[in-house]
């Protein structure tokens, strides 16, 4: 079954901290995977997204990693900001069929306090 | 920023009444979605279309219907709303299915008493 998983559930860190977020993934055929950042409130937004053969990628101060040998991929967040608030969603793409479908995981809540 | 944007987003209303929630996006995109959101919970898709006069059902049976009369409008109606129809609706759409970027609306966050 192509499930995603996504630890922790919850996490609080201080201002100026960096932290760490993961994603196991079962989806296969793999195809793409993408952060999202989801305010309070709002839509989600696209942060990064990764494909088989990219091993980090960077967007400001989000890092995302993907390992496609032990499916797993991780969200760094470094020097975090009040505005950095808000849930992580891991959304897994395979390429079972021409139209692909999407797998998203139950998101990290993330709190930043300062 | 996306070009992407939803109405209402906030709605209480009574049980058995027919509702509407409006979509509308200025990308020209293709690909249109209906996503169902709890606290919680990961995105569930209700309801999709890949252009002009066509809809499917998502992932997720809801007792909703959708219509794409046009490329940019894509409304999803309740024709009775029930309390478990309470929840946040997503629309978002995107220029390549599956494996493309989605790009949301800010929600409707609908409560049914």
């Known amino acids: 079954k192509n499930q995603v998983e996504q630890s922790p559930q919850s996490l609080i860190i201080l201002e100026g901290k960096n932290c760490t977020l993961q994603?196991?993934?079962?989806?296969?055929?793999?195809?793409?995977l993408r952060w999202y950042k989801q305010d309070t409130g709002r839509g989600p937004v696209s942060l990064t997204i990764?494909?088989?053969?990219?091993n980090t990628k960077s967007n400001g101060r989000y890092t995302a990693t993907l390992d496609a040998d032990t499916k797993q991929s991780s969200l760094h967040i470094t020097a975090s900001q009040l505005s950095d608030s808000a849930s992580y969603i891991c959304?897994?793409?395979?390429?079972?069929?021409?139209?692909?479908?999407?797998?998203f995981g139950r998101g990290t809540q993330l709190t930043v306090w300062p | 920023e996306a070009d992407i944007y939803q109405t209402p987003r906030y709605l209480v209303i009574g049980t058995g009444k027919k509702i509407t929630l409006e979509c509308s996006q200025t990308m020209g995109h293709d690909k249109m979605y209906w996503y169902q959101q709890d606290p919680g919970m990961e995105l569930h898709l209700i309801h999709y279309s890949y252009g002009v006069n066509s809809t499917e059902k998502g992932d997720l049976s809801s007792e909703s219907t959708v219509s794409r009369i046009r490329t940019e409008h894509f409304p999803l109606t309740l024709e009775s709303a029930r309390p478990s129809h309470t929840s946040q609706y997503l629309c978002a759409s995107s220029e390549q299915a599956g494996t493309g970027e989605l790009f949301f609306g800010e929600g409707s966050r609908l409560t049914v008493l």
């Open positions: 994603c196991n993934y079962t989806v296969s055929p793999f195809s793409n």
């Open positions: 959304v897994v793409s395979d390429r079972g069929s021409t139209l692909g479908r999407l797998y």
């Open positions: 990764m494909t088989f053969s990219e």
